[in-house]
């Protein structure tokens, strides 16, 4: 299947500062990418969803200008939580789709820790 | 929300087939089924997905209700890596949005 790589894998930044989480999909052209937060045994919840070239959908209740969402090319989109507190604590994931394929693929996740 | 129904919890003996069910009473027509897996601490693996006939791949085979209001998601010989939580999914045909997570399966696999 397609692969879809994301980076850092693992993360902890102090309260207060920014984090950058990358988006690559490496062997097809992703249109759409979708960002995803899982808190420990819970379900994916839908962030935002981006598409290259245009601004970033975001779903209730996702602070737009606290998680910024790049999607500037067909291959890579970027996350970053701005000013991070621990509450921001969690899982991140992103998907990607070309359109094209039927199924969406998934990043291997980001875990974020805020001290 | 999700239009699926999966028992939260499920045990399987190495080697032996799991049978993960699926109630999706409400799925429209253009509506396919979709299976994921999460193994802990990754991001969710596409497993295969169909519409009405049932479908197998090397990880696995979907076998759909006739009235399509169900499914079933078998893995013929579990493996002790193929613990994780299995989430059912059901979704409009041709569609690129963004996939609805309910709260799945955890099968455990054990020795």
């Known amino acids: 299947g397609a692969v879809v790589s994301q980076h850092p894998s693992r993360v902890i930044c102090k309260s207060g500062t920014s984090v950058k989480i990358e988006c690559r999909s490496l062997?097809?052209?992703?249109?759409?990418m979708f960002w995803y937060r899982q808190f420990p045994k819970k379900s994916l919840m839908l962030m935002a969803t981006s598409n290259e070239g245009s601004k970033a959908t975001y779903e209730q209740g996702v602070e737009k200008d606290k998680f910024l969402i790049n999607h500037a090319s067909l291959t890579l989109s970027t996350l970053t939580v701005t000013s991070a507190h621990p509450e921001d604590s969690s899982f991140y994931i992103c998907s990607a789709t070309d359109g094209r394929l039927a199924e969406a693929f998934f990043g291997q996740g980001t875990r974020l820790t805020v001290v | 929300d999700a239009k699926t129904t999966q028992p939260t919890s499920m045990d399987c003996a190495e080697g032996r087939a799991a049978n993960l069910p699926c109630n999706h009473s409400?799925?429209?027509?253009?509506?396919?089924v979709y299976w994921y897996r999460q193994i802990h601490s990754q991001g969710p693996q596409y497993i295969i997905h169909g519409l009405k006939n049932n479908e197998t791949n090397e990880m696995a085979s979907l076998i759909i209700t006739e009235d399509r209001k169900s499914s079933t998601l078998i893995l013929p010989h579990a493996t002790l890596r193929d613990t994780a939580v299995y989430y059912c999914i059901v979704r409009p045909g041709g569609s690129q949005g963004n996939l609805i997570f309910g709260k799945g399966t955890k099968l455990s696999v054990k020795p």
């Open positions: 409400t799925i429209s027509g253009n509506e396919y």
């Open positions: 062997d097809f052209q992703a249109t759409t």
